[in-house]
């Protein structure tokens, strides 16, 4: 996955994660609360919600020439991105991925499909 | 354990696409600047599920679900059918696509919940989400 450069993002902000629940009008505690989040056995640290890992995904693609022609995203969320994470994306043609910065296994796959500008 | 049928019908809910919204999806993902009034495709998500008549956890914890043991977001497909605006009003149309419980090597059992919701302007359709979100049910191992 290497046709383009690597986008980069972080630290992810357990702040941030208030907000987009905010957004989403979710109130699931493992993004807001730490222990919350151990307790659901997944570490010490909050869990940033999945679309605000997809919309980073996604900006590894849009160069804001695009933004309005993007058509179609599916997308698989295959793991966890915490507080303070340092993310990376990278893109093959119309696919991308999302990793921690420093490991190898993706965290988020999707396709993305664009059609005319408006 | 969920009906495996006919589930109630989810209300029609109205959602705002705000540009202090925009702004604030773009600065905590590393976005853009905003070009013209176009959002940010994201928001085929928000307005989605912050669109709903209630919280997602209501919504689950109605259909007989247990938001409490830590849902996951499993899969989404989103379909664009022109870029959403800022300062624009959505109808948010969604529905319970399907609800089964299946073996799950992570918890036993778990409950697969698919949701389809659309955003249209104006009777004109404008998004469309299908999710797919995963509920451990570990009354069932």
Not at chain 1, 71 to 79: D, N, P, S, T, Y
Not at chain 2, 88 to 98: H, I
Request: contains cysteine; charged residues 20%.
């Amino acid at each position: 996955m290497t046709d383009a450069p690597t986008f980069r993002f972080g630290p992810v902000s357990g702040a941030d994660m208030a907000r987009w629940c905010a957004l989403l009008n979710d109130d699931n505690e493992i993004h807001l609360s730490r222990d919350a989040a151990e307790a659901a056995g997944l570490g010490p640290l909050r869990i940033n919600p999945g679309p605000a890992n997809l919309a980073v995904l996604m900006n590894a693609l849009l160069d804001g020439e695009n933004e309005g022609a993007l058509r179609e995203v599916e997308a698989r969320f295959l793991g966890n991105v915490r507080e303070g994470d340092h993310l990376c994306a990278r893109r093959d043609g119309g696919s991308a991925a999302l990793y921690r910065a420093d490991e190898e296994a993706p965290l988020l796959t999707a396709t993305f499909r664009f059609g005319d500008q408006e | 354990m969920p009906a495996p049928a006919a589930h109630p019908p989810i209300p029609q809910s109205r959602y705002r696409l705000t540009r202090q919204a925009d702004d604030a999806v773009r600065r905590m993902s590393g976005a853009l600047a905003r070009q013209g009034a176009g959002a940010h495709p994201i928001f085929a998500f928000l307005g989605a599920l912050g669109g709903l008549p209630q919280p997602i956890k209501e919504l689950s914890e109605s259909l007989g679900l247990d938001f409490a043991a830590g849902p996951v977001l499993a899969g989404c497909r989103i379909t664009l059918h022109a870029p959403l605006q800022i300062d624009r009003d959505y109808t948010v149309e969604a529905k319970v696509a399907g609800l089964e419980r299946r073996p799950s090597r992570a918890y036993g059992a778990a409950d697969h919940l698919h949701l389809a919701v659309a955003l249209t302007e104006g009777g004109t359709p404008a998004s469309e989400i299908a999710l797919h979100i995963v509920f451990p049910a570990p009354e069932a191992q």
